[in-house]
Every structure is written in C-alpha cells, then in structure tokens.
C-alpha cells in the first residue's frame, strides 16, 4: 500500500505535499493480494489485469535473442533509434494512410513515459487538463506529479463515456491548457467517433489548447477500424503503445507523435528524465510490423472479441448493467447497483470468498465509481467460464444481504 503522507509530514519524513494528491493504483494491489493467495495455494481468476493473455509473438523474441547474440545492446537516441522511428512512419502510412516525418516520433519507456514527457512539456504549475471520468487512472496522476490540475468530467452512457466537443467547451476554463481523451477508453471499451474527434480537435484548437489522444488500445477494436487523429491534422499528440496490440507489456515500450515543435523539448526531458529506451526492446520491436507479426496481432485481436461476445451478455444476465457495448480494447465497465453500493468493498469479498479478481470503479474516478466494476477479459473462454460460475454462486449466496445492505444505505 501506499504511504501515508500525512503521516509521513507528522513523523518529519521530507515527502512532497503533491502526494497528498496522488493516489495508488488500485489495480495493482488487487494483482498484488491475488497473487498473494495464489502463492498460499488458492486458484485466482484475474479479471482485474489489464494484459494480454497471448504471449509475445515469436517474431518479437527471435528479433531480441538476435540482438542478445550479437552483442549490441547500448544507449540509444533518447528519442528511440532511427530505424525505429522510421519503422513507426512507415506503420502510419500503412494502416491509416498518413505521411509523418520520423522526426515527430518519439519512442518512450512505455506510454505511460509518453505521457509523462508530454506533461512534463505543456504544463507549467496549475494549468488544467480536462479528462473524462471514468477514465485511466494513471493520467490525472501524471497531471499531478507535472503540477498540473486534472479537471476529471464526469461522463455517462448518453455520450459513449466520453468527453465530447460540448462539454469541452462547457468545462474550459481560463486555466484550462489541454484536453485528453483515450480512444478506445480504459475502463469502457468505447470509442470516440471520427466526426467528434474532429470536432473535439477544433474546439481545442479554438481556445489555443493542445489535444492529448490515446491510441493505446489501437488495432484492438470490432466492427471498423479507428482512425487515427492524425488523419485529419498534425497539430496532436497521438500517445501509443506496443504493449496492447503487439502483446509487449512487460517489455515497457511505446511511443508518442507530436507536433514538429515539440521534439526538441520531448528530446530534452527524456535525456534527463531516463537518458534512454530499452535497446533490446527496441531491437524486438523492428520486427513488429513484419506480416507475420501483424497475422499473429490479428489472430488475438479475434481471439478478443470472441471473448467479449462471450462475457458481454452472461453479466447482463447475472444483474450487471451494460449500457454500452465496448467497441474495443479488452474491458466491459459494469454498474453493479444492483448488489452494492461499495463496488470496492464488494470486488475485496469476491476476490477473498471466490477467487475471482475485478477492479473497482474507484481506480477510474468518482463519477458513480462505487456503483461500478471493470472486467478484463483476455482469457481463453474456459477461464472466463470457470470465473463466471464462480461469481455467479457468490452472487447467488450473497444476494439478500446485499439488497438489505443498499435499502439501508438509501
């Protein structure tokens, strides 16, 4: 857990006041207790774990024993090796039929360095980034630890959980610098339609703001492809990942394009911040755009629907409420006020009784947090199953002490 910085100020510990303001990812102390009573012998389902069940594809692990065996593992350009960068433009012009100049990629330790570079870049103390809640957590975070203020807007069903070009306008403020929106979203699985995406970019571009846009779940969507927001302008910051798509989690490598203007001051804060990437991750990754590579990407993107398509209608079933289908990534954000009024209290006893782990809404916001939970499914459909039956009974046993508990609360 997390220190207590309070505490910490009263016992004389040097710890920043931000702190204060910057929580745990409570995810992670769900994987953290799950694996814990898997090491004391009890079977865990993790729905909580926003990862890939597939392995790395074997072309990425042959590309890095490769670069093991020859002995050329060093420094980097801080801003990723030149093959890679023009491996990247080349990957844009082939998906999404966009010309980028390699110079505006910038290769990070994962995205979640992407977005603390490009914070670290436009935000100066005080200034606002609007964000939707529910969103990632780690984002307002980020914001925080740059001394920046993220302005979550509390978002719901009628717009896809998602900000809107409306309610950018409605929330900008004097202070406001950036808008960051996350399409396909973590928690919801939901996607910004390309009109509103346009829309949302000419209502930042209106007030002089910069536009922050997660591609992260890119490639994982059913139905249609997204397009990127660089199709249609140059003036964003499109933040990506190899972890999701390309099934590279553990190997902490993603990337950001930014705004030509914006380089040298991405190149000055990664030299300081991390000096480099990852060489021999970088290394494995020139053999992500391989065909074979890309033919394995799909099969699991396959793989994912099926998976949702299997999990999506049996929670509605169990009680779960799902206003809107996920049209990509690998989560379903479910209402559960049906059973409580605690969504975090009630993934703990689901977890400790049951076995199954899930994320509670309090990692994604406040916004209705306690009345929901997120489901990761990329597991094959047996585990979903097996996960399944299992909260089904717990669900069943605990039923009428859960309606008492909720019409005592109300």
Not at 21 to 44: H, Q
Not at 82 to 107: H, M
Not at 383 to 401: I, P, T, Y
Request: glycine share 6%; hydrophobic share 40%.
């Amino acid at each position: 857990m997390s220190l207590d910085v309070k505490t910490s100020i009263r016992q004389g510990l040097n710890v920043a006041q931000r702190m204060e303001e910057i929580n745990s990812f409570i995810v992670v102390d769900f994987i953290t207790r799950a694996k814990a009573l898997e090491e004391k012998g009890k079977n865990i389902i993790n729905l909580a774990v926003g990862e890939p069940d597939f392995p790395t594809p074997e072309p990425l692990i042959k590309a890095a024993i490769k670069a093991l065996e020859n002995n050329q593992i060093k420094y980097t350009p801080s801003l990723g090796g030149s093959l890679l960068r023009k491996e990247l433009a080349g990957w844009y012009r082939t998906r999404y039929g966009v010309d980028i100049d390699p110079n505006r990629v910038a290769v990070t330790s994962g995205s979640t360095a992407a977005l603390v570079l490009v914070m670290g870049v436009i935000l100066s103390p005080g200034d606002e980034v609007l964000m939707a809640d529910p969103g990632y957590p780690c984002n307002r975070n980020i914001v925080r630890a740059m001394e920046g203020r993220a302005v979550s807007v509390p978002v719901g069903p009628d717009t896809s959980y998602q900000l809107t070009a409306e309610l950018i306008k409605k929330n900008w403020t004097e202070n406001t610098v950036a808008a960051l929106v996350a399409s396909p979203s973590n928690p919801t699985g939901t996607v910004v339609s390309d009109s509103e995406l346009r829309l949302i970019h000419d209502v930042v571009q209106g007030f002089g703001g910069s536009l922050i846009v997660d591609e992260i779940y890119h490639g994982l969507t059913f139905g249609a492809d997204a397009k990127s927001a660089l199709n249609f302008t140059d003036n964003v910051f499109v933040i990506n990942s190899f972890s999701k798509y390309f099934g590279m989690t553990g190997w902490r490598l993603g990337w950001t394009v930014a705004p030509k203007p914006f380089i040298p001051e991405l190149e000055k804060l990664a030299q300081n911040l991390y000096i480099s990437n990852s060489d021999i991750a970088q290394q494995a990754a020139l053999a992500a755009f391989r065909p074979e590579t890309i033919a394995i990407a799909e099969k699991n993107r396959v793989e994912y629907e099926k998976q949702r398509n299997y999990l999506l209608p049996k929670l509605r079933e169990m009680g779960f409420i799902i206003p809107v289908d996920p049209q990509g990534a690998f989560y379903i954000y479910a209402d559960c006020s049906n059973f409580t009024n605690d969504s975090y209290q009630f993934c703990v006893e689901i977890l400790e009784t049951v076995g199954v782990a899930i994320a509670p809404g309090a990692d994604f916001g406040e916004f209705r947090a306690k009345h929901h939970v997120r489901f990761s499914y990329p597991k094959p459909i047996k585990v979903l199953s097996e996960g399944l039956e299992r909260l089904e009974k717990f669900l069943k046993v605990n039923f009428d002490s859960f309606r008492k508990k909720i019409e005592k609360d109300n």
